[in-house]
């Protein structure tokens, strides 16, 4: 497994009701806290942030733009 790293794309596994955030949504790794905790960013189309909060690496999956290689 790949590890996230600063600037990451990432897309969130589970919901988070009390945040009105839900699993799929597409967020940017703004700052690492811990090896597995993460502050992530959610901007909408025009970049305004509508929610930054702390997550583990358990909530969240990179997003990848280009072939991995094997």
């Known amino acids: 497994m790949n590890a996230i790293k600063l600037l990451d794309v990432v897309a969130l596994t589970e919901d988070i009701p009390k945040r009105k955030l839900y699993r ?19 901007s909408d189309a025009s970049g305004r942030t509508y929610a930054m909060l702390a997550l583990h690496t358990r909530q969240l999956m990179i997003l ?3 072939p991995l290689s094997a």
């Open 64 to 66: 990848h733009y280009t």
């Open 24 to 42: 799929g949504q597409v967020g940017t790794v703004v700052e690492i806290l811990d090896e597995d905790m993460y502050e992530v960013e959610f």
